[in-house]
Structure formats: C-alpha cells, structure tokens
C-alpha cells in the first residue's frame, strides 16, 4: 500500500523557517487532496492546511494562517507545508496525508510515519 512519507523536521528557534515535505508518489492520481496535520503530545490531531490537486485550492487552520504556507510540486508529486515565524506552540509531530481532503482526520485514509518539529524558546 503506498503511503505518504514526510520529510524536513528538525529542532530550531523561535521566529525560524522550516519547510516540510511529502512525497505523494503513487497517491495523487487516487486523491483528491493532500493535507497537513500535526499532533502534540497528550492532545488531539490537529487538522494544519490542505491542497486540493485539482484546482490547487488551499485551506488553513486559523492558528497557522499568515505564517504557514502548503504547495505542491507535480512534476515531484510532492506536497510542501513552508513553516515562518516558528513558535514553540508549534512543536508537535507533523503528519502528511492524502484523501477526500476537509479540515478532520477523516476525509484522509493514507497517512505517514510523521516527522518531529521542535521549536525552542
């Protein structure tokens, strides 16, 4: 079964860029978005942003908007979430999946592994 795979975490400080990535390959031509999430620990998944392959509409949780960017790159089928002015609430485990698309864990059925970002103060 092919699966999203994330890439691009890392530890940084606060008001610093990081930018992730996820490699789609296989998924896009079976989904109709790809997304973002990411989950702390001892709380919920929380939906980030997501791109609609089609049209190329973009949506975004309110708690990143203005600062986090989502974009695609057909040619790599590769989706990228571009991170700005970091903030320690920030840090969480980052996930890429591919599905229906909407802001909830379950219009997406293929998930990744993650990838670990830490923002320090």
């Known amino acids: 079964q092919v699966q999203p795979v994330e890439s691009g975490g890392g530890l940084v400080q606060a008001g610093d860029s990081l930018r992730l990535s996820c490699a789609a390959s296989?998924?896009?031509?079976?989904?109709?978005?790809v997304g973002w999430f990411r989950q702390a620990p001892g709380k919920r998944r929380e939906f980030i942003a997501t791109i609609y392959l089609g049209g190329g509409s973009t949506y975004y949780a309110d708690s990143v908007k203005g600062r986090f960017t989502i974009s695609r790159d057909n040619a790599k089928n590769t989706v990228y979430l571009q991170m700005n002015s970091l903030k320690p609430e920030d840090t969480a485990a980052y996930y890429c999946a591919a599905g229906g698309g909407g802001n909830t864990y379950r219009g997406y059925d293929k998930w990744g592994q993650g990838t670990q970002v830490t923002v320090s103060s």
């Open positions: 296989g998924l896009t031509f079976r989904s109709s978005a």
